[in-house]
Structure formats: structure tokens, C-alpha cells
């Protein structure tokens, strides 16, 4: 199993990024993907899960209605779009996929596996 994120970078207050997390090894739709992200000084925050059995999101309270995780089969990838990125976005984000239930979408203990992080970096 291997996940592998890319697509960070340093943007503007307000600006966009898509995260992209491509997999291996592992059939996509059997596995739950989450996002999480570290700030400096911080610790590990959960931003989003994509559950494998039927699509169900999830989302942290910070990152409603500015984020949108999604996947495509065919790529075997999982994306997070990021619109109206603020400061406080700034962080590594990390992907991680599981096949655990009950699922603990939040729970960074729950996800098996874990790829290596992006910086996302927000400021003017």
C-alpha cells in the first residue's frame, strides 16, 4: 500500500491548491482516504475523509464549505480542493487510508497507512 500527496505550494489569502494523493497497491474503493494536516507547533488535525463503501464526506468545522475532497477510479487518486485558502491553512498535509469500522473518520490512530506530507503554505 502506498499513497503518495502532492500538489502544495505557497499561495495568496484567498487563493486556491488542489491536494492529490495517489495510491497503489491497494483497490481504492475498498479503503477509506483522509486528509490530515499539521501546523508548526501544532498538533495533527484531521481536514477530510472520503468513505469507500458509498462516497459519504466528511469535514472538519475549520475547512467547511472552502474544501472538497473527491476521488477518481480510474487515476486511483483522491483529491482536496482548497478554495479561499487562509493563513491558518498553512501546514503539512498528509493522506492516509484505512479499512477500519466502526469508521473514526478523525481518529489519525484509525488510518493503517499514511503517505508522505505536502506544504501548504498560505501568506501575502
Known amino acids: 500500500v502506498q499513497l503518495q500527496a502532492s500538489g502544495g505550494g505557497l499561495v495568496q489569502p484567498g487563493g486556491s491548491l488542489r491536494l492529490s494523493c495517489a495510491t497503489s497497491g491497494f483497490n481504492l474503493d475498498r479503503y477509506d482516504i483522509g486528509w490530515f494536516r499539521r501546523a508548526p507547533g501544532k498538533e495533527r488535525e484531521a481536514v477530510s475523509c472520503?468513505?469507500?463503501?458509498?462516497?459519504?464526506?466528511y469535514y472538519a468545522d475549520s475547512v467547511k464549505g472552502r474544501f472538497t475532497i473527491s476521488r477518481d477510479y480510474n487515476k486511483d487518486t483522491v483529491y482536496l480542493q482548497m478554495n479561499n485558502l487562509k493563513p491558518e491553512d498553512t501546514a503539512v498535509y498528509y493522506c492516509?487510508?484505512?479499512?477500519?469500522?466502526?469508521?473514526?473518520?478523525?481518529?489519525?490512530?484509525?488510518?493503517?497507512?499514511w503517505g508522505q506530507g505536502t506544504q501548504v503554505t498560505v501568506s501575502s
Open positions: 472520503i468513505v469507500n463503501s458509498d462516497g459519504s464526506t
Open positions: 492516509a487510508a484505512d479499512q477500519s469500522r466502526p469508521l473514526r473518520w478523525s481518529a489519525a490512530d484509525m488510518y493503517a497507512y
